[in-house]
């Protein structure tokens, strides 16, 4: 089979689950045996202002071929939408045409409408190309990918008044521009300095917004322009129940399937639970950003609701910041040390405020033997012992209690999961 799948590109330069989870199977499907080519933005030429598809070698094998999306639309990768004119802009055909008319995918799998202009979907249908979309993200839905924003989920109030709040604070394009700079990675933590200034004076000057009919016009525009993309997909998987209930709040889905997903990253140990350590302690941990969306200041009050024979612990971040000193605080991790962090810990807890879409890490943790409990937010809660999902960080401590119950649920490897997929390709034609 050959199968084209647009992603937001490769590490170092992009990191994450959405990042992570395409080139994993996509690696996994060239391994056993189909044809796949791999598009993703790239960088901005200044010198040409018309998008064109460049390949991009240095990332190439064989059976796997990733092309680099030259002057794509912005991305918007935290903070929203300042000028939706941006955002729809025109593409000349002739570069999705050819590539689409070379390459013969089979099916195109799509995992991000970040930076593709619609001019792509509509190639796409000229040839009659079955397309799938993997529910990473909210982009399309919302002006930015998590539906989260002011330390708060909007799901409920995704009106287009919103839309605009959110633009109030968000960066103007020729800074999101600078996601595309070979030098990203380098000033990514500067950025997300200035989104959160930005976020803390937008709570003092919400009252200042204006709604005026251009701007109500354009937003509208704006997301009459996403919605009209998504009724371009033929199938669409989704990676978790939460993912699903919020996309079927705004979109008419006819054909559609709910698969949890996996990556190379889970590996087949004998998923047995963890020993007692001999320390006396539970070792409590959590992973991921010291951000509020995450609900790593939910964690946080665990501290305060816990007895001298609970220890804490902490993953994810060098930037200073005020914790209780009950919390020991390991700062950043390799990806490559992975094994020990989860020998620190003996549960894992993932209390994200926002509707994360999955989240593996539960299932890394689960494939360790780490007991995980994860708040009633977070899509991985489909592949957990469901006595152990929260609504409020204070049920924590009674389940703690109780984890001489906790069954362990076994994650599916890469390879499990690349036989799903393939299943769910042949659906829905």
């Not at 521009?177 to 030098?183: D, E, M, V, Y």
């Not at 209930?245 to 979109?251: A, E, H, Q, S």
């Not at 509020?292 to 007895?307: R, S």
Request: charged share 25%; proline share 4%.
């Amino acid at each position: 089979m050959k199968i084209l799948h647009y992603s937001l590109g490769f590490p170092p330069s992009r990191t994450g689950g959405l990042v992570t989870y395409a080139i994993d199977l996509a690696h996994e499907q060239a391994k056993n045996g189909d044809m796949i080519y791999y598009l993703y933005p790239g960088k901005i030429n200044f010198l040409k202002k018309r998008a064109y598809i460049k390949k991009d070698s240095a990332n190439s094998y064989g059976n796997f071929q990733a092309f680099s999306l030259i002057n794509s639309l912005p991305l918007p990768l935290f903070g929203g939408i300042r000028e939706p004119n941006d955002f729809m802009a025109n593409a000349n055909k002739d570069c999705y045409f050819n590539l689409l008319k070379t390459i013969k995918p089979d099916v195109i799998h799509i995992h991000t409408l970040m930076g593709l202009h619609k001019e792509f979907f509509e190639v796409a249908a000229f040839f009659k190309i079955k397309i799938v979309y993997t529910s990473h993200d909210y982009f399309g839905l919302a002006p930015e990918p998590n539906f989260f924003y002011n330390g708060s989920n909007y799901v409920d109030d995704n009106s287009i008044k919103k839309w605009i709040e959110i633009s109030k604070t968000a960066l103007p394009t020729w800074k999101l521009r600078i996601f595309q700079f070979n030098s990203y990675k380098t000033i990514k933590p500067f950025l997300k300095k200035i989104s959160k200034l930005k976020g803390v004076k937008n709570k003092k000057f919400t009252k200042d917004i204006n709604y005026s009919n251009e701007k109500l016009r354009k937003f509208t525009l704006l997301r009459n322009y996403y919605l009209s993309i998504f009724g371009y997909f033929d199938f669409y998987h989704f990676n978790s129940t939460v993912s699903a209930n919020v996309y079927n709040k705004f979109i008419n889905i006819d054909k559609s399937e709910i698969i949890s997903i996996s990556n190379a990253g889970i590996i087949k140990n004998s998923f047995k639970l963890k020993e007692k350590n001999n320390s006396g302690k539970l070792r409590v941990g959590y992973i991921g950003p010291y951000e509020k969306y995450k609900g790593f200041f939910e964690f946080l009050k665990l501290t305060h609701m816990t007895g001298k024979k609970v220890e804490y612990h902490v993953f994810g971040s060098n930037e200073k910041i005020k914790i209780p000193s009950k919390i020991i605080n390991h700062g950043r991790y390799s990806r490559k040390n992975i094994k020990k962090v989860f020998e620190l810990i003996d549960v894992l807890i993932v209390p994200s405020l926002w509707n994360e879409t999955f989240g593996f890490i539960t299932a890394e943790a689960l494939s360790y033997g780490v007991k995980v409990l994860t708040s009633n937010h977070v899509g991985s809660k489909d592949i957990i012992d469901r006595s152990f999902i929260f609504e409020n960080i204070n049920q924590v401590p009674k389940l703690l209690l109780n984890l001489n119950k906790y069954r362990l649920i076994r994650p599916k490897t890469i390879n499990e999961h690349y036989v799903e997929i393939k299943k769910m390709y042949k659906k829905g034609n």
